[in-house]
C-alpha cells in the first residue's frame, strides 16, 4: 500500500498529469463549440422534426413501399404521392410487422427500434431529430466524441511511468528498496489504472455539464434507435465503461514498451504508433475477416469495443461479452511479458 502511495504521489506531483486533465476538459469544451456552431450554420438553428417510422402512401391514399416511392420520384409520377412520420404507437405496430417478415440477421435491429420507440409510446412523447445538430443528451450518450483523446491520455502516463525511472537514474534507488521488481511493476500499474479512473470522471463530468449548452432532449428517455430503450445516462455510462476496458487494453501495450526501452519519448512514441495505427488497419479489417473467419480476434478487430456497446456492429459478428473477454486475454498476455521482460531486465547501464 505504501508503495501505490508513493507512485501516486509521483505521478501528482508533475504538472503534466493535471495538464493532461485540463487537455480533456478543454477538447470536450472545444467540441461542445463546434456542435453550436455546425447547429447555426448561417445563423439559423434547424428545428428538429418528429422522429418515427415513415411510411410513403400513393395519390390514392394507399401505403406503397420505399422503392416503389422512390422509383416513382425518379420517373416524375410522383403527383400526389406522399410520406408520413408515424407516431411512436403506430411505429411500434409498423415495426413488429416488419419483424415477422424480416430475415433472421436483421431482427435484433428492429427489435431495438421497437424498445426504442415502446418507451416513448408508454410515455406519451415524441422522439425528435435533426440531421444538422446534436442534442445535449446525444453528445454526453457520446461523452463528447473524445473517448479516444482520453485513452491517448492514460498511454502516455503508462508509456513513461516505467521508462522516466530508467531515463531519470531512479530505477536503481527505486529497485534498492525492500520490494520485488513484481511488487514495484504492480503498483505502477495499479496507479496508471488510477489516473484512468479519474480521467474517466473527469471525461463524464465534463461531457455532462458541456452538454447542457446545447438544445433539446431529455437525458432519462431513450437517445438512439441503436441502443434501443437505453437512455442517455445509461449509454454514457456503458461507454465510459467500455472506454476503460480499452484504456487498460492501451495501458498495457504502453506498459509493455515502456518496460523494454529507456527512453520515455521513444516509448510514447511507439505506444502512441500503435494506438493511432490500429484505426488504420481497422477499415482494412472486414475484408480479411470475410475471407479468414479467426482474425475476427486480432486485437485491432476488438478495439472497436465502443462501437459495439453503441448499437453497431462490428467485423466477425462478435457479441460484446466476446470482445470483453478477448481483450482481457491480450491485457494479460502484454501484462504476462512486461512482468517477464522487467523481472530478466539489467539495469546495470541504466
Known amino acids: 500500500m505504501h508503495l501505490i502511495q508513493n507512485e501516486f504521489q509521483k505521478l501528482f506531483l508533475k504538472k ?20 453550436l456552431m455546425i447547429s447555426r450554420v448561417d445563423g439559423i438553428a434547424e428545428k428538429p422534426q418528429p422522429q418515427g417510422v415513415t411510411t410513403y402512401l400513393n395519390a390514392e391514399g394507399q401505403q406503397i413501399s420505399k422503392d416503389d416511392y422512390l422509383t416513382a420520384q425518379s420517373e416524375k409520377k410522383a403527383e400526389g404521392y406522399s410520406e408520413k412520420v408515424l407516431s411512436p404507437k403506430d411505429s411500434v405496430t409498423a415495426l413488429k410487422a416488419a419483424k415477422e417478415n424480416a430475415p433472421k440477421t436483421e431482427q435484433d435491429s428492429i427489435q431495438k427500434q421497437i424498445d426504442y420507440y415502446q418507451v416513448y409510446a408508454d410515455k406519451g412523447k415524441t422522439p425528435m431529430t435533426s440531421s444538422s445538430s446534436m442534442s445535449g443528451p446525444e453528445f454526453f450518450a457520446s461523452l463528447g466524441t473524445v473517448q479516444m483523446i482520453a485513452s491517448i491520455l492514460v498511454a502516455v502516463v503508462a508509456s513513461v511511468i516505467v521508462a522516466s525511472e530508467f531515463s531519470g537514474g531512479t530505477i536503481k534507488l527505486l529497485l534498492a528498496r525492500p ?44 437517445v438512439s434507435q441503436d441502443l434501443g430503450a437505453m437512455n442517455a445516462v445509461q449509454a454514457a455510462l456503458l461507454l465510459l465503461g467500455s472506454n476503460f476496458i480499452l484504456m487498460t487494453v492501451y495501458a498495457s501495450i504502453a506498459f509493455l514498451f515502456s518496460s523494454v526501452v529507456r527512453s520515455q519519448a521513444l516509448a510514447v512514441g511507439v505506444s502512441l504508433g500503435v494506438l493511432f495505427s490500429g484505426s488504420v488497419l481497422t477499415a482494412l479489417l472486414p475484408i480479411a475477416i470475410a475471407k479468414y473467419d479467426w482474425m475476427k480476434w486480432i486485437l485491432f478487430n476488438l478495439l472497436n469495443l465502443n462501437s459495439a456497446v453503441s448499437g453497431q456492429p462490428i467485423a466477425g459478428g462478435l ?24 523481472k530478466k531486465r539489467d539495469v546495470a547501464l541504466s
Not at 486533465?21 to 478543454?26: A, G, P
Not at 489516473?195 to 428517455?221: C, D, P, R, W
Open 16 to 35: 503534466s498529469s493535471w495538464i493532461m486533465q485540463l487537455i480533456l476538459i478543454v477538447m470536450v469544451f472545444l467540441m461542445t463549440m463546434l456542435m
Open 179 to 222: 520490494y520485488s521488481r513484481s511488487q514495484i511493476l504492480a503498483s505502477k500499474f495499479f496507479v496508471v489504472l488510477l489516473y484512468a479512473v479519474i480521467t474517466s470522471i473527469v471525461l463524464l463530468i465534463s461531457a455532462f455539464l458541456f452538454s447542457l449548452l446545447l438544445s433539446g432532449g431529455n437525458y432519462l428517455l431513450p
Open 319 to 342: 457479441a460484446v461479452w466476446q470482445i470483453i473477454a478477448g481483450l482481457f486475454v491480450y491485457i494479460i498476455i502484454f501484462l504476462g511479458l512486461s512482468f517477464f521482460i522487467f
